[in-house]
């Protein structure tokens, strides 16, 4: 296992992700980054580019589909695709309402997405 693409990299985009979220629920406009609608699409970006560098990213290339860690972060990324779509899209989930809402919700899930692919790097025989 690589320990740049699997862990520091996913960690530097956690970083980038914490910012522009944290902006987006302040109000603070990013360069290219300026409405919570952008803040989604650039969520989705780093979002998919983290869990394809990070370890639940890597499941496929070692055939570990059936594992606790990879079917949690399966569910998680589909949770969250239908979250930033919905709200890309204007409709209404339950709880969500917004794209201020749904940016909150995808704080939590992301961290917690970000949590299972970190312990998915060190515990790789889960």
Known sequence: MNL??????PVFLA?????IIFAALKGISL???????????????????????????QIGSNGRWDTPLALIGILL????????IAALAGWKLPLISGEVQAITS???????????GTAS?????L
């Open 4 to 9: 740049f693409t699997n862990l520091i990299l």
């Open 15 to 19: 970083g980038i992700a914490a910012v």
């Open 31 to 57: 360069p290219w980054i300026a409405s919570p609608r952008a803040s989604l699409v650039a969520l989705l970006v780093v979002g998919l580019t983290m869990c394809v560098l990070g370890g639940l990213g």
């Open 77 to 84: 990324g589909c949770v969250i695709l239908i979250i930033i």
């Open 106 to 116: 995808l704080a939590f899930l992301l961290g917690v997405k970000f949590i299972l």
């Open 121 to 125: 790097y060190f515990f790789h025989w």
